[in-house]
């Protein structure tokens, strides 16, 4: 079934210092993995996302790595900065056949960035 | 351009009416989601359409709920007899889905429809 798990719930770090967030999914036909940031109030908005072809995607501070042999993907975020401080949400999507292009979410990490 | 507008963004409904809820997708995007977002909560699935395919309803917590999509374009979630656990941020979003399965675009997401029933 489609199932995504993420970790941690919530995640406090000092500005300047790194932050990870995982997630691992049990369908080996995923194949399209995006990372979403919603501020307080906003909505939800695309952020970085990687396919399956490739193990590293990176953008500025921001970088995703895949492992499709152990089923996770993890968010990087380096020198964070107090403007981080966001729900973040990994994603699942399956193509590529079938019928069902269904995205399905992760429950967030409630990142704060303290000054 | 323009993105996904939802409409109204505030409802405020008496428990037991029903309520409807529209969203008008980004032009050209044949995927259309329904989520819901408890406060603090994360996106819980209700609904989805995919061009002229029969809709995903898998997520709709109850028959009170049921969605339509006019055209391949609009739509709208329908609440029968609102409950005051239905209050919640009801957010929609498009994509645009390729051909041939092997190419995805992300979600983008209008600004939602807080439902509070008193």
């Known amino acids: 079934g489609e199932n995504v798990e993420q970790h941690p719930s919530t995640l406090s770090v000092q500005e300047g210092d790194s932050a990870v967030i995982k997630c691992t999914y049990s369908d080996s036909a995923s194949n399209y993995f995006p990372w979403y940031k919603q501020e307080l109030g906003k909505r939800p908005q695309l952020i970085i996302d990687?396919?399956?072809?490739?193990g590293e995607k990176k953008d500025q501070r921001i970088a995703v790595t895949l492992n499709k042999t152990a089923k996770h993907f993890s968010l990087h975020i380096t020198e964070t900065q107090p403007e981080d401080s966001a729900v973040y949400f990994c994603?699942?999507?399956?193509?590529?056949?079938?019928?069902?292009?269904?995205?399905?979410f992760g429950k967030g990490t409630l990142l704060t960035v303290n000054p | 351009g323009a993105g996904v507008s939802q409409s109204p963004s505030n409802k405020v409904t008496e428990k037991g009416k029903d309520v409807e809820l529209r969203c008008d997708p980004i032009s050209g995007h044949t995927a259309l989601y329904w989520y819901r977002q408890s406060l603090g909560q994360g996106l819980e699935f209700l609904i989805y359409?995919?061009?002229?395919?029969?809709?995903?309803k898998s997520g709709l917590p109850s028959d009170r709920f049921s969605a339509e999509r006019t055209g391949g374009s609009v739509s709208t979630l329908t609440i029968q007899r609102t409950q005051q656990e239905d209050s919640a941020v009801y957010l929609c979003?498009?994509?645009?889905?390729?051909?041939?399965?092997?190419?995805?675009?992300?979600?983008?997401f209008g600004n939602g429809t807080r439902l509070t029933v008193t």
């Open positions: 990687i396919r399956s072809n490739v």
């Open positions: 994603a699942e999507y399956i193509t590529g056949g079938g019928s069902n292009y269904k995205l399905t």
């Open positions: 979003a498009s994509s645009l889905v390729g051909g041939g399965g092997s190419y995805n675009s992300p979600l983008h």
């Open positions: 359409f995919q061009g002229n395919s029969a809709p995903d």
